[in-house]
């Protein structure tokens, strides 16, 4: 069975600071798709970065970061030097070549504090 | 580009009233999905069509929702008739099929039902 497991509920960290957020996911397929949302307070969901099976590489965007471990079935994601804009739940999401469906965790919130 | 546009953004209606929602998806996707979010139940996938063909459709409560798609640039999602607990936020996404391209969701529809 497929799953995606965001531990964190909830994360308050006081702006500046480095924060990661978990990602762990279970799955059978050897291809497949990993995908992080944002949805900030005004509520739409906003794509941030896709990562299939086969591109272990981490990958830096700005102060986002992304590592993707296959050996510990992990695609944890760390903001650099939070903002208070950076505030938002965020979504981690899995599908495999078989399908377009996607499994949602349960999302973690980011409070960034100023 | 035009991302996904839903609408309305709110409605607010009486229980037993017919809600119609409505999306268009980015011009050149040929998939759309439908989800309903709650604080309860997250992010559930509702139905989703390929090349305007419902694929899947499991997600759908009851028989009071329908889903239909005319032709690729436009979707609804009816509710008939509505009640206190079909109160949520539906969100239309779309992606094309090139290399499993993520999901683009629209702003949501945050539906009240009194």
């Known amino acids: 069975a497929q799953k995606v497991t965001q531990a964190q509920t909830e994360i308050s960290v006081v702006e500046k600071e480095d924060v990661t957020l978990d990602c762990v996911y279970e799955t059978r397929d050897t291809t497949y798709y990993l995908f992080w949302y944002k949805q900030p307070p005004s509520g739409e969901l906003v794509f941030l970065i896709r990562r299939n099976s086969f591109d272990e590489q981490n990958e830096i965007s700005g102060r986002y970061s992304w590592n993707f471990q296959k050996s510990t079935s992990s695609f944890n994601f760390t903001i650099t030097a939070s903002q208070v804009v950076d505030s938002a739940v965020y979504f981690c999401?899995?599908?495999?070549?078989?399908?377009?469906?996607?499994?949602f965790g349960t999302g973690t919130r980011l409070k960034v504090l100023a | 580009d035009a991302g996904v546009i839903q609408s309305p953004r709110h409605e607010v209606t009486e229980m037993g009233q017919e809600v119609t929602l409505r999306c268009k998806p980015i011009?050149?996707?040929?998939?759309l999905f439908w989800y309903r979010q709650t604080m309860m139940r997250g992010l559930e996938l509702l139905i989703y069509?390929?090349?305007?063909?419902?694929?899947?459709d499991s997600g759908m409560p009851e028989d009071r929702f329908s889903a239909k798609m005319p032709n690729a640039s436009f979707s609804t999602l009816k509710i008939q008739p509505s009640e206190p607990r079909d109160s949520a936020v539906y969100f239309c996404?779309?992606?094309?099929?090139?290399?499993?391209?993520?999901?683009?969701f629209g702003d949501g529809t945050r539906l009240s039902i009194l």
């Open positions: 011009s050149g996707h040929n998939s």
């Open positions: 999401a899995l599908t495999h070549s078989g399908t377009y469906k996607y499994i």
């Open positions: 069509f390929n090349n305007n063909v419902p694929i899947d």
């Open positions: 996404a779309s992606t094309g099929v090139r290399d499993r391209q993520p999901q683009h």
